[in-house]
């Protein structure tokens, strides 16, 4: 395991939003919402109506990029773009990427088969609750940025999203402590109820990811950062959590977008070493 990267702010309400053709009743401009399930749905599954073009009216720096409660298949792929002019691609380009990343069942599959070489062993992943992401080598800076989606064979017909995150964040020097980094689901809300003869009945409800890890060997500098991030965020702003930016197959699996469930103290365990403990709980 690499680098964590702890994202934030995201940038993406602060963007006028254009391109593609989106439905008047679900509108491209549900994505400046934070409700997950308002969600923004293309007329059609043609790349000319599932491109959003974002006009920051100022530059601004990126390094980290997702799309939340979508319903991109198998053979989806994206593109980001990042101009001095609108649908400009001259400061950054992603090239085409890999929506899915991640694999599920892959000791089962045999070589040959086209999953075991795309990393995706079959569709439970479809409908489940991970975001496409991506964090790019270094900060970009523009004013002008696009997010082309490739899905044109999806079975829905048409590309929907509930939210995209755009923003920079936090590669720290020193990783996160193994010792007490974890992550579980939890905050289950299913309802189990029991009858008088003993057998029991069940509502199944959804369940959030929960991330707790601790930055013991900070430098002043990312200390501030993350003093400042504190501020801004509390216990209901946006973070993106990417366990590992070099290694998104398992990022794709155990980050999320998120909240701080909790504002620790900054503490001062050495001479010009911060150390904070975080925990960071999925937003559904």
């Keep these: 395991?690499?680098?964590?990267?702890?994202?934030?702010?995201n940038r993406v309400d602060s963007a006028v939003l254009s391109a593609g053709n989106w439905l008047a009743g679900l509108p491209r401009d549900n994505l400046l919402t934070r409700e997950l399930t308002q969600v923004a749905r293309s007329a059609d599954a043609t790349e000319a109506s599932t491109r959003i073009d974002f006009d920051y009216g100022s530059v601004r720096a990126f390094r980290a990029f997702a799309l939340v409660n979508h319903n991109l298949t198998r053979a989806a792929t994206w593109r980001i773009t990042l101009g001095s002019a609108p649908g400009a691609s001259d400061i950054y380009d992603s090239g085409s990427l890999l929506a899915w990343r991640m694999s599920f069942d892959g000791d089962l599959l045999e070589w040959e088969e086209s999953g075991?070489?795309?990393?995706?062993?079959?569709?439970e992943y479809?409908?489940?609750?991970?975001?496409?992401?991506?964090?790019?080598?270094?900060?970009?800076?523009?004013?002008?940025?696009?997010?082309?989606?490739?899905?044109?064979?999806?079975?829905d017909g048409w590309v929907q999203l509930g939210r995209v995150f755009c923003g920079g964040g936090l590669s720290p020097t020193w990783n996160a402590s193994y010792a007490g980094w974890s992550e579980r689901w939890a905050d289950d809300q299913s309802v189990i109820q029991r009858a008088d003869g003993g057998g029991e009945f069940y509502d199944p409800r959804r369940r959030s990811r929960v991330a707790q890890f601790s930055l013991d060997r900070m430098e002043p500098g990312e200390a501030a950062f993350v003093h400042e991030m504190c501020r801004r965020l509390g216990t209901t702003g946006e973070a993106l959590w990417v366990p590992d930016a070099d290694d998104l197959a398992y990022s794709q699996?155990?980050?999320?977008?998120?909240?701080?469930?909790?504002?620790?103290?900054?503490e001062y365990p050495y001479h010009n070493t911060r150390k904070l403990a975080f925990e960071i709980g999925e937003i559904l």
């Excluded at 075991?116 to 569709?123: I, N, R, S």
């Excluded at 701080?260 to 900054?266: K, P, V, Y």
């Design 253 to 266: 699996q155990y980050g999320f977008l998120g909240r701080l469930r909790q504002l620790s103290a900054i």
């Design 126 to 155: 479809l409908r489940a609750p991970y975001a496409v992401l991506h964090v790019s080598s270094a900060y970009y800076s523009g004013r002008y940025l696009r997010i082309q989606i490739t899905d044109t064979s999806n079975p």
């Design 116 to 123: 075991w070489w795309e990393g995706v062993g079959d569709d």
């Design 1 to 9: 395991m690499t680098k964590l990267f702890l994202a934030w702010p």
